[in-house]
């Protein structure tokens, strides 16, 4: 067809972006808050990453360079997906090194290397609500945000500890932000948790289909709820990546037959390069998780 | 005047004259083929097959021809002659493990034996509009596919997830094209309910479950398309004689995991099967199924989708489309009465307001 309709750069109109970034500015000012927005229909499905992308288009600038990762790695399917949508529809520079980044899409992880106060850290978010599978309805639960109404969530975490032992939420694990709102760190597992805490990054969340950006402002304090007697406990798989050696970063398990056969893997995949090709200085890369 | 309508045999006929018309379209534009649709709108077909309860790729096309794109009718078209077909028998569970695969995805493991295998899929591309794009493209040729444990065997050798239910003894399973729906339903029942039941109403289940209404944790453990083997035994011969490949779409959900003082927790499953490359559909199938199993599982019945007689009920959209668009039958009748009767109603009705209002007026 040779009227082939033309896109502005990252894709959304001006005016797009504009009301984006009200909304965004309004989340800043509020930490923890989610801020409605009006979420347009993206070439992609709801639920793949719409508020993320729209996020992203609506602060990226020609001089960024972008990168995105899914499940902690620039290589699976959604990321180049994505990054390719955005090397289309902009044109800006990407890369798959968290330092050089300024922009870093996520989906289900931080990166393991600590980010700087240039960088912005965008997540899909699925289901912005934290109370959201404590209570389906939206005026319930914006009600119980105006009131700091929280018991509920409390009162579940005791449940999983009565019933099991410990706290049964392993991912999407909620936090408090600037001691007023709880919040939804997005599926993330919940050893990203402490990363999200005083972080130097501006960490900026799209929820498309759900029509929510919240945010977290640089240096913010964000708690993981818990309880005195049963503090936060971060969690990851105790090994070894079989590449790079390392022992602290969140292990992806890779199944290598049907007879039992697995083995660990980094699941961010730039911090096992980073060590693989300096291994020397393999070390000193670790960031220090308290 | 007023004439109350005569003459429907010659009106009905007419319409379906027109009907023929329509159907052809503009006479100068070439008549789409029964080979066209096949190939060209598989999923259409797929789906049609699917809901239709019937696996012939030709009859489908038919049916979407003649219903004009309509897929609920041409659903409807081919289970109206599903239902005239003599039964021989039931086949043998089919083997999806042993499945020729086109398409193989985890989302709970980042690799796995036999790899992630892409298939012909929608999801990575942009949704910008691209006629040119919609035509033909060669593949690069694939690697030959290896063996492929199913994910769900692999998590049951670990005894991390519950075992998938044995088969009665007698082999027997239910089949609602044969016997009437009872509740509470048993699994197998449920699960043929969900493969005939309507796409979309699956999906708007499916979805709400993500939302908070009946949440169930999944993660899709595997989703697989391929060809799948059809073996029946005749009585005659007592064993087992292939009849044919067919292509099916399966999704393993791993869901909330479950433990007991007497039993360590396991994972749970959603189990979503259907004919041809329906992914959507078997994907809402498994998110259905699991939340259908609340109470077999002890959960809080509180959400529509754990609702067994409210989803069973309501899936089958040859069944809906009918009872919602007989309101255009003459309801004439029944409507005569009720107008009788709200006549009389407000022919009694005297408010106490209107009489004092009378008043009024007369004072002033």
Redesign the interface.
């Known amino acids: 067809?040779s009227s082939a309709?033309a896109y502005n750069f990252a894709y959304l109109d001006e005016q797009t972006k504009r009301m984006i970034r009200r909304a965004l500015l309004k989340a800043v000012a509020i930490p923890g808050y989610q801020v409605p927005f009006a979420s347009r229909e993206?070439?992609?499905?709801y639920g793949w990453g719409t508020g993320g992308v729209q996020v992203t288009a609506s602060i990226l600038g020609p001089d960024d360079v972008l990168k995105v990762i899914d499940?902690g790695?620039d290589d699976t399917?959604?990321a180049?997906?994505i990054r390719?949508?955005f090397i289309?529809t902009a044109g800006v520079r990407t890369t798959t090194s968290t330092r050089e980044a300024t922009v870093i899409q996520t989906r289900h992880r931080i990166p393991e290397t600590a980010l700087g106060a240039d960088q912005i850290l965008v997540f899909q978010v699925?289901?912005p609500e934290p109370l959201?599978?404590l209570?389906?309805r939206e005026t319930e639960t914006r009600r119980m945000h105006a009131l700091a109404d929280y018991g509920l969530m409390h009162v579940k975490l005791y449940e999983d500890i009565a019933r099991?032992g410990h706290i049964a939420t392993t991912y999407a694990y909620p936090v408090k932000v600037d001691e007023r709102y709880v919040m939804d760190p997005s599926p993330t597992p919940k050893f990203d948790n402490p990363k999200m805490n005083d972080c130097a990054a501006l960490q900026l969340f799209g929820a498309g289909r759900e029509k929510r950006v919240y945010a977290v402002p640089p240096y913010t304090r964000v708690e993981s709820l818990d309880f005195e007697d049963h503090p936060f406990e971060r969690y990851r798989r105790d090994g070894t990546c079989v590449l790079c050696g390392t022992n602290d970063s969140f292990l992806?398990?890779?199944?290598?037959?049907?007879?039992?056969g697995r083995m660990f893997?980094c699941?961010d995949t730039d911090y096992c390069e980073i060590r693989r090709s300096r291994p020397a200085a393999a070390p000193a890369m670790a960031r220090d998780h308290e | 005047m007023y004439v109350a309508a005569k003459g429907g045999e010659k009106a009905i006929e007419n319409a379906h004259r027109l009907l023929a018309h329509e159907r052809r379209g503009d006479p100068s534009i070439p008549e789409l083929s029964l080979e066209q649709i096949k190939e060209q709108l598989r999923l259409a077909v797929d789906r049609v097959m699917c809901e239709g309860s019937l696996y012939d790729r030709e009859l489908a096309a038919v049916a979407i021809k003649q219903a004009r794109g309509d897929l609920i009718e041409a659903i409807f078209l081919l289970r109206a002659f599903r239902a005239t077909l003599p039964r021989f028998g039931g086949s043998e569970p089919v083997d999806t493990g042993a499945m020729t695969v086109g398409r193989r995805i985890s989302a709970a493991f980042k690799d796995l034996p036999g790899g992630q295998v892409l298939g012909p899929t929608f999801d990575y591309t942009h949704r910008l509009l691209d006629s040119e794009g919609a035509s033909a493209m060669e593949p690069e040729c694939a690697q030959a596919i290896t063996a492929m444990p199913r994910v769900t065997d692999i998590l049951a050798a670990d005894d991390l997830i519950e075992q998938s239910p044995r088969s009665r003894p007698d082999g027997r399973v239910g089949d609602l094209t044969q016997d009437p729906l009872n509740f509470p339903a048993d699994r197998d029942v449920r699960l043929q309910n969900l493969a005939r039941g309507d796409e979309g109403f699956l999906l708007a289940l499916g979805y709400s479950t993500q939302r908070g209404y009946g949440r169930t944790h999944p993660f899709a453990g595997e989703i697989r398309l391929g060809e799948v083997m059809i073996e029946f035994v005749p009585q005659e011969l007592g064993f087992p004689v292939p009849l044919g490949e067919i292509t099916v779409t399966e999704c393993q959900m791993i869901n909330q995991f479950r433990g007991s003082a007497t039993e360590p927790a396991r994972f749970t499953r959603g189990y979503g099967l259907t004919f041809g490359h329906s992914e959507r559909k078997a994907m809402a199938m498994a998110l259905v199924d699991r939340a259908l199993r609340a109470r077999e599982l002890g959960e809080d019945i509180k959400a529509p989708a754990q609702d067994e007689e409210f989803v069973l009920s309501h899936t089958d959209n040859v069944q809906a489309t009918g009872f919602v668009e007989h309101l255009k039958l003459p309801h004439h009748v029944d409507f005569q009465a009720e107008l009788g009767l709200l006549r009389r109603l407000r022919s009694e009705f005297k408010p106490e307001r209107e009489a004092a209002h009378v008043v009024e007026e007369a004072a002033e």
């Open positions: 067809m309709p993206m070439p992609m499905p499940q790695s399917t959604n180049v997906s390719k949508f289309k699925p289901i959201r599978f209570e389906p099991h992806d398990e890779v199944i290598t037959d049907d007879r039992g893997v699941s």
